[in-house]
């Protein structure tokens, strides 16, 4: 039997074994200088081929044999990759390591099924839906296919159910008539409560890991809190009533209500006056709720980031890298969209996301 030295020893060189591989994985991701490359291409096709000059050349080439199209090339590649991604993070992971990792990988699990069941719900068609897709938890590129087969919203449900595979939300009788009865907000609503509350319930904010976990995961619900308010009240609609906020963010309980009450954006700002997301609306102002929400969602990524610097011997590395390759993957499908729309070079690097420090 080990004793209690030898247990915290071998858990100190699981940590250090991790976040070693992790270094090598991170030297793989683009470099600004990349993303200047990429910028400069005139079309999907030819970034295609000048993504074939970066670590994502296999599955690209593997992708051409199955899609004509270089923008679903594209997208297929980088799914492939971030699911392989995932998977070999949490494989050299073990331990609470690997189930930290699962439960902030789970989000992009509700992500997609709220996704596919969204897109069916109001006939979007499979490449409208697929362009959202990020294969990073348990339902991966396979099993998303699989799901794609069913147009019938009931009949993706009732596939889940049958898989007994592990997800944060149940699929029972209340979401089954959410989704009958179209209710897409109640529906998105019940499955993000129930994944903050499977992953918090998981969590104690005395361990200084799952303390890192913890913060994340009330950002983001406060952010959830608010873009769902800010919607309501650019539409001309009170949130009181309305709006079911998510509990367990770091909100107080006075400043939902005076969101609750808001019936303009200005009202809504201020608010938030006395919150650390006051710098960022006053930077944004109230021009455009798009640039809100890009900001907001920007500021937990540069969060997460930030946590390399946390314990070397800690998760706060791999949450890192995590969200610097699934930010990867979301500038890379940027450009690729934005070529195929026809933006311009500047409104696609406005929309980009670049992860400051070293």
Do not use: C
């Not at 309501?232 to 209500?257: A, D, M």
């Amino acid at each position: 039997m080990r004793t209690l030295s030898e247990t915290i020893q071998e858990g100190i060189a699981d940590y250090g074994y991790m976040n070693a591989r992790i270094r090598a994985m991170k030297a793989q991701l683009l470099q600004p200088s990349d993303y200047d490359r990429l910028l400069a291409e005139r079309d999907v096709e030819t970034l295609k081929i000048r993504l074939k000059e970066t670590p994502y050349a296999p599955d690209i080439q593997k992708a051409e044999t199955q899609y004509p199209d270089p923008s679903q090339v594209i997208n297929h590649a980088l799914l492939e990759n971030l699911a392989r991604t995932t998977r070999k993070l949490q494989k050299i992971a073990g331990g609470d390591a690997a189930r930290y990792l699962s439960i902030l990988l789970a989000r992009w699990d509700i992500h997609n099924i709220k996704t596919l069941l969204r897109g069916r719900i109001r006939g979007a068609s499979d490449t409208e839906i697929e362009a959202s897709f990020m294969p990073a938890g348990v339902l991966d590129p396979v099993r998303l296919k699989s799901l794609m087969v069913d147009k019938d919203p009931l009949k993706i449900l009732d596939r889940l159910a049958t898989w007994g595979i592990s997800l944060p939300f149940v699929v029972g009788r209340d979401l089954n008539r959410m989704v009958r009865e179209g209710k897409v907000e109640e529906m998105e609503t019940y499955i993000d409560r129930s994944y903050f509350e499977w992953s918090l319930a998981q969590l104690n904010e005395q361990n200084p890991n799952e303390a890192l976990l913890i913060h994340l995961l009330r950002r983001m619900i406060d952010i959830r809190n608010i873009l769902a308010s800010l919607v309501l009240i650019k539409v001309g609609t009170k949130p009181l009533g309305r709006i079911q906020y998510l509990e367990g963010g770091t909100l107080k309980r006075s400043v939902l209500r005076e969101l609750e009450n808001a019936e303009t954006l200005e009202a809504a700002y201020e608010a938030l006056q006395n919150t650390r997301y006051r710098k960022i609306l006053e930077e944004k102002g109230i021009r455009s709720l798009g640039l809100v929400e890009r900001a907001l969602e920007w500021s937990i990524l540069q969060e997460a980031y930030q946590m390399r610097f946390s314990d070397p011997l800690g998760i706060g590395i791999a949450i890192a890298y995590l969200f610097a390759k699934e930010t990867e993957i979301m500038n890379i499908r940027t450009i690729t969209y934005g070529l195929v729309f026809g933006l311009s070079k500047a409104e696609i690097r406005e929309d980009l996301v670049f992860l400051t420090g070293s």
